[in-house]
């Protein structure tokens, strides 16, 4: 078993879930700690500390949103929504106030750690590097370049600042409007097909096969990660 000593805090009303996050997490290393309200979440992160929590967005008392809202006035620990498809608009909208990622339910284990190690690092990693690898992919921030297989891909200035902000975020979803708001201002975040056509112009420079990209994968209905 892995020894990470981390710790982690999931947030959750439902009592099997709970349980089955406190095992399998635990079995991996993790300390864990599980409570079932929002109120007795945001005392728990005040009190225990997690390196990271685990947040269901359909809370009893308090919305998983104003959790995330209320969290992010004071602390920048990584959180991860977990919400059903009936909840997509609640989702992207938790992911603009300030969370890192989320798994939709029902989920696979590995795929919940495989987040949880991405929120974690890239929090560690919070110093900016100037240079960004993803495998065959090179992202010089220092000189706003852009290599694949060490030849340089040539950018337009949107679009290098698409890519900038997808591998600030590398591992993370970039919503819509967070893409939107960011490279073009706030009065395009409804503008998403103006993001999908600059989307498919990147691709087209930066992927081996841009109909199955490796790189600039799409989270449907809420935004872009890249690997």
């Not at 309200?37 to 947040?55: M, N």
């Not at 240079?131 to 950018?155: A, C, M, P, S, Y």
Request: charged share 30%.
């Amino acid at each position: 078993m892995e020894k990470t000593g981390q710790r982690i805090l999931i947030i959750d009303d439902e009592a099997q879930i709970r349980k089955f996050l406190r095992v399998a997490l635990t079995s991996h290393g993790y300390v864990v700690k599980d409570v079932k309200t929002g109120r007795e979440g945001l005392e728990s992160v005040a009190l225990f500390g997690p390196d990271l929590v685990v947040l269901d967005l359909g809370l009893p008392d308090i919305d998983g949103l104003k959790v995330v809202r209320q969290l992010r006035e004071w602390t920048k620990v990584p959180i991860i929504i977990l919400s059903v498809k009936e909840q997509e608009s609640d989702k992207i909208a938790a992911l603009d106030f300030g969370a890192d990622d989320y798994v939709t339910k029902p989920f696979g284990m590995g795929e919940l750690l495989a987040r949880i190690r991405a929120a974690i690092r890239h929090t560690a990693g919070t110093d900016e590097q100037p240079i960004l690898h993803f495998d065959d992919l090179t992202v010089d921030l220092l000189h706003r370049r852009v290599f694949r297989d060490n030849q340089e891909i040539k950018l337009t200035l949107t679009e290098y600042e698409i890519v900038k902000n997808l591998a600030i975020n590398a591992g993370r979803v970039a919503t819509h409007n967070h893409l939107l708001r960011t490279v073009w201002g706030p009065s395009y975040e409804k503008e998403v097909q103006y993001l999908r056509v600059y989307i498919g112009q990147i691709r087209r420079k930066l992927e081996c096969d841009p109909s199955r990209p490796r790189h600039i994968i799409t989270e449907p209905g809420v935004g872009y990660r890249l690997l």
